[in-house]
């Protein structure tokens, strides 16, 4: 049983992890909320410009009405039904007849609502009946709801937005709080893990010390051996020499490098060489033959050679693994 408890955290150790974890997402519906009013003043200015301009094309489809209406119909009768189809219910539409030193009302349409008088538009009118003054004046009520409809878009958004970062915010501060309270079973873990690879490379180093040991005691049975041990590849060339050709031979396993052994067959043996090396291929057993080599100094060495095929289940044939032990004249 572990007899370690762990102190109690400090009032300023608890403090720092809470205020980290609560300050950011206060930060970012703080900041979210400013930049949230600056966009609702901002879209509210661009609503009205729009509204604005609405009015001014609406003020300029009438204009068009009362010219087309004055031309079929002089005078006030042109007024009809027609014209007044294609007046907005949000604008206020009067129409005035310009005397010499009087004008008077003829047309009056939309009048009871109330109506935004500081966007009050007017436009002149010269026909051959007369002059005449069209006064249009829009609904109060068009540029205060298109105002209203941008602010609670954007503030409810803006709000939404906030929120949801604060929220992301508090999601990763509280991971990381939770993380800061198991750091120490994490440490004790890594310290747990640091002592096993510690086991497991003491163990590599004697794995590693029992393959050297493997590997020198097969050098010296091949030594031991008295015989040539060599491995070819598939086109009969020596990757790997021991050093009983030396004793044999009187070459030096690096002199037979990537050199193919037949050259080493006597001219008379060759054929007997290849076909041993081509049954063992064939029936992929160990085969066996008695044959002649030519030493350094050009004499006839008799060896009895032993020939194994290399196969695996990757890349199939991959070449040979021969014996040639000096036989007794």
Avoid at 22 to 39: D, E, S
Avoid at 260 to 266: G, P, S
Avoid at 299 to 306: A, E, F, G, N, W
Wanted: include cysteine; hydrophobic fraction near 40%.
């Amino acid at each position: 049983m572990d007899d370690h408890t762990d102190a109690p955290a400090s009032p300023n150790t608890l403090s720092r992890p809470l205020f980290t974890l609560t300050g950011p997402p206060l930060l970012i519906i703080l900041a979210g909320l400013l930049m949230t009013a600056i966009a609702a003043q901002s879209l509210g200015q661009y609503a009205r410009e729009h509204s604005k301009r609405m009015t001014e094309a609406q003020h300029s489809a009438i204009v068009n009405a009362a010219h087309a209406a004055l031309a079929s119909a002089p005078g006030p009768a042109g007024f009809d039904s027609g014209f007044v189809d294609q007046i907005p219910n949000q604008m206020s539409v009067r129409i005035d007849a310009l005397e010499q030193h009087t004008n008077s009302t003829v047309f009056e349409v939309n009048t009871g609502k109330p109506r935004a008088q500081d966007h009050t538009l007017r436009s002149s009118l010269s026909q051959p009946s007369g002059q005449w003054l069209i006064t249009s004046i829009p609904d109060r009520a068009v540029f205060e709801q298109s105002v209203r409809e941008s602010a609670i878009v954007t503030w409810v958004s803006g709000t939404m937005l906030s929120l949801f970062g604060a929220f992301v915010c508090l999601m990763v501060g509280l991971r990381w709080f939770k993380q800061l309270q198991v750091s120490s079973a994490i440490r004790r873990e890594q310290e747990a893990q640091n002592q096993h690879l510690s086991n497991l490379q003491t163990e590599k180093r004697i794995l590693r010390k029992a393959l050297n040991d493997s590997e020198q005691r097969s050098r010296d049975l091949v030594s031991l051996s008295g015989a040539i041990v060599c491995e070819l590849d598939e086109q009969g060339k020596a990757g790997f020499v021991s050093t009983g050709v030396v004793d044999v031979l009187g070459f030096a396993p690096a002199d037979l490098t990537d050199v193919e052994v037949n050259q080493l067959i006597a001219d008379s043996d060759r054929e007997i060489f290849d076909q041993t090396l081509n049954a063992a291929r064939q029936t992929r057993q160990l085969q066996q033959a008695e044959l002649n080599l030519t030493n350094a100094e050009h004499q006839r060495i008799p060896v009895t050679l032993r020939v194994l095929p290399l196969h695996d289940t990757l890349h199939g044939f991959s070449g040979f693994r021969l014996s040639m032990h000096p036989t007794p004249v």
